[in-house]
């Protein structure tokens, strides 16, 4: 059960982090494509979203506590 809630809260709180981040900095700003035809955040993208991340994560197992 706590397993299941933490990867919830992780989950939850990578989604509500990607979605702040588009919004801060536009969403053609934050994703980039990489030489193997993928998609992932740039480097100031990355950085904002582990900032983000680090607090919502926070706050969330802080309230389901």
Known sequence: MID???DRI???SANIS???VEHRIGVHFTWQEREDGSQGLTEDAQDLFNEIYD????ELIQEAN
């Open 10 to 12: 992780r989950k939850l």
């Open 55 to 58: 607090i919502v994560k926070e």
């Open 4 to 6: 299941q809630q933490n």
């Open 18 to 20: 990607e979605k702040i």
